[in-house]
Structures are given as structure tokens and as C-alpha cells.
């Protein structure tokens, strides 16, 4: 802030209440300005935003803090002007397979869907200790029908659990697969 002339305080303690309400819309501009191009000099052009992003959004938590979430003695806000409602967050725009591309990462993509739930299946209880083991083996079938459902529908963890919640009672959790890994898992579905 110092470095726009906004204030002339070289130490970020030394900064008022009374001179951060008076800050402009135009100064605040200014320095949205000078940290974008400080940015892209240090960053590069593709990599900057998110960066201004978070600066901008502590300035206006900082702001709306102090206009809206405090009080002083006499029970008024430290501040009453919060210019920085005058400036607004770029969003950044993703394209449609760079999204894609960083969903891959979080995704079971072919073979991988059927190796975990083989994993699951004869491996997972070899890990564990007995008494986890003791549980696991009374879920198991269970607990194997719920991850091949949320592994083949598509469906987020929240979706499946509280599609009953939201109007769906119609929708029954078999009705949201596409494949269980075994006729066991099936019946324990329809159980749910």
C-alpha cells in the first residue's frame, strides 16, 4: 500500500482505522493495477490470477470485518465506509478439458474401478486389525454394494446419501447403478 501512495506508513502497524476508511475507490484500483502487474512480471500471464484472486478476496474479508463484524466501546463498527465492495474478484476461465484434466487425477478411470473393489474384497481385511476386521466382516457385503454405487453412478458421496432427503423417495438405490460387483452386493442394496 505504501509502495501507491495510499499511505505513508512504512510499517503495515502503523496504518489507521481513519485512513483505511478513507481509502478510494481509485486508489484501491490502483493497486489492484500495480499487484496484476507485479504478478504477471513475477508469474507469468497464465498463472497470476488466482494469485490477485486471493489478495483481493483478503482485502475484502479484512474490509467487511471491520465495517460489519466489529464493534468498538460504544457498540459501532470500527469502520462504516467498506470500499472494498467497489472491487470485484476476476474469475478465472477454465476450459471445458482443463477442467476435465484436472478432474482425471481424482477419477478410477478403466481397470481401476475393479481393482479397488477387489482390493477391498480380499485384500483390505488383511491390513486391518482384528477387531476392525471383525466389523468390516459384517459390513462387508454391505459396504461393497455402497462403494460399487458410488463408484458407478457417478454420484458424489452426498447425492447417494441423501437422495431419499431431497424429494428423490421414488429413487431406489438399485435404480442408481449400473454395476455391483456380485449378486450378494445387489441384494444388500435393495436392503438400504
Do not use: W
Request: hydrophobic share 35%; aromatic share 8%.
Amino acid at each position: 500500500m505504501s509502495e501507491n501512495n495510499i499511505t505513508n506508513h512504512a510499517n503495515i502497524k502503523e496504518i489507521t482505522l481513519k485512513e483505511m476508511e478513507n481509502v478510494t475507490k481509485r486508489e484501491i484500483e490502483a493497486f489492484v493495477l500495480h499487484e496484476r502487474l507485479r504478478l504477471e512480471s513475477k508469474c507469468g500471464s497464465n498463472t497470476h490470477t488466482s494469485a490477485l484472486n486471493r489478495t483481493i478476496a483478503a482485502i475484502k474479508s479484512l474490509y467487511n470485518y471491520l465495517c460489519e463484524q466489529t464493534e468498538d466501546s460504544n457498540g459501532n463498527t470500527y469502520m462504516t465506509r467498506n470500499v472494498s465492495r467497489l472491487i470485484h474478484i476476476r474469475k478465472k476461465s477454465e476450459t471445458l478439458h482443463y477442467r476435465a484434466a484436472q478432474l482425471e487425477g481424482k477419477l478410477f478411470l478403466g481397470d481401476e474401478t475393479k481393482a479397488f473393489l477387489e482390493f477391498v474384497e480380499h485384500e483390505y481385511e488383511k491390513s486391518i486389525s482384528n477387531r476392525a476386521r471383525t466389523s468390516f466382516k459384517k459390513n462387508k457385503v454391505r459396504d461393497l454394494a455402497i462403494l460399487s454405487l458410488f463408484l458407478s453412478s457417478g454420484f458424489s458421496h452426498s447425492q447417494v446419501l441423501f437422495s431419499n432427503q431431497l424429494g428423490h423417495s421414488s429413487t431406489k438405490p438399485t435404480e442408481l447403478y449400473t454395476h455391483i460387483v456380485s449378486a450378494e452386493a445387489k441384494d444388500a442394496l435393495k436392503k438400504l
